[in-house]
């Protein structure tokens, strides 16, 4: 094994540009807007700035009347952004100049197997996501002319080195993953032609001037690919902050399709945006209570060396 464990992190220089990423499938509820304003507190206690990028990959479920709702939400809520919104939809051509990069040094290869394929064959890696086998990789020229020829449309997958990719998270602390037995080789386009997330949020974050990147700790096991994407693009990386998920009970994160805790109810419990945020900042540790309160209050007591200790617990905060 090829270890190379490395601390990513942004150029002394840059101004800190952080984002709201949010998915147009719904309203947001209490887990979005608690890991939208850690990013915000995390940016603008840096004197950095917000980008608004509408992560609309998934054309089906992404809906125009939620894309209007979510900018007025985060308003609401006093989420400030400086720069967007940025649609993904806009970007296809920014996405295949870097897939095709990734192509024509031989990293990628089609991938034709099936959900149940994958099902069958892959094996779950510490609860978070399944090792892809490597399959398709082994493929001969004629074994995959022969799908092709059956209808069988191909995915792409990125080839993975048996190497490890560590960074320091400044929620989590230090993180390290194999590539190639933690993850297997994974997909930077479907098969129906869509580009997918971690070759689309790579490619934008470092168009927008994205370095602070905060999102929920589900996503951490997805970071060493991207810090590999980034390093075989040749872009720059990014600071990160997995923060915990609020769950509606242990082991169940909260919903847009549950509707739990949504905004619109939110508001009809608390009243206010900022009874709403400061609740969430009483029980996530990010205030000492939960009384009602601005993220430009919050601000003022804000500490991004206290954000490794400051959650009562750094994966999961029972919503109440």
């Given at each position: 094994?090829?270890?190379?464990?490395?601390?990513?992190?942004t150029n002394a220089q840059a101004p800190v540009v952080g984002r709201f990423a949010p998915s147009p499938t719904g309203r947001m509820h209490?887990?979005?807007?608690?890991?939208?304003?850690?990013?915000?507190?995390?940016?603008?206690?840096?004197?950095?700035?917000?980008v608004l990028?509408?992560?609309?990959?998934?054309?089906?479920?992404?809906k125009p009347?939620?894309?209007?709702?979510?900018?007025?939400?985060f308003a609401r809520l006093g989420l400030t952004w400086d720069a967007g919104p940025f649609f993904q939809?806009?970007?296809?051509?920014?996405?295949?100049?870097?897939f095709q990069s990734l192509e024509k040094r031989g990293l990628v290869y089609p991938c034709y197997c099936t959900r149940a394929d994958l099902h069958a064959a892959s094996a779950p890696h510490r609860g978070e996501k399944p090792v892809y086998p490597g399959t398709c990789r082994r493929l001969t020229d004629a074994e995959r002319a022969r799908r092709e020829r059956e209808g069988r449309s191909g995915a792409a997958r990125l080839v993975v080195p048996d190497r490890v990719v560590s960074l320091h998270d400044l929620v989590q602390g230090d993180y390290a993953q194999n590539l190639a037995a933690d993850c297997g080789d994974f997909l930077v386009r479907r098969a129906d032609g869509a580009f997918a997330y971690q070759l689309a949020v790579v490619v934008d974050d470092a168009d927008q001037g994205v370095?602070?990147?905060?999102?929920?700790?589900?996503?951490?096991?997805?970071?060493?690919?991207?810090?590999?994407?980034?390093?075989?693009?040749?872009?720059?990386h990014a600071r990160y902050a997995h923060v915990p998920l609020i769950?509606?009970?242990?082991?169940?994160?909260?919903?847009?399709?549950?509707?739990?805790?949504?905004?619109?109810?939110?508001?009809?419990?608390?009243?206010t945006p900022e009874a709403i945020i400061g609740h969430i900042a009483g029980i996530t540790g990010l205030a000492p209570s939960a009384d009602p309160i601005t993220p430009e209050a919050l601000l003022a007591e804000f500490s991004l060396e206290r954000l490794q200790g400051i959650f009562p617990d750094p994966m999961q905060i029972l919503w109440r």
């Open positions: 094994m090829n270890a190379s464990p490395r601390t990513p992190g209490a887990g979005n807007i608690f890991c939208a304003l850690v990013a915000w507190l995390v940016a603008k206690s840096q004197n950095g700035r917000m990028r509408i992560e609309d990959l998934d054309r089906e479920r992404s009347c939620f894309v209007d709702a979510v900018q007025r939400d939809h806009d970007r296809d051509e920014a996405y295949r100049a870097a370095n602070s990147v905060v999102r929920g700790v589900d996503l951490l096991c997805s970071t060493p690919q991207q810090i590999y994407l980034q390093e075989l693009l040749r872009l720059p769950v509606g009970e242990l082991n169940r994160r909260l919903s847009k399709r549950d509707r739990d805790a949504a905004l619109d109810e939110l508001m009809v419990r608390f009243k």
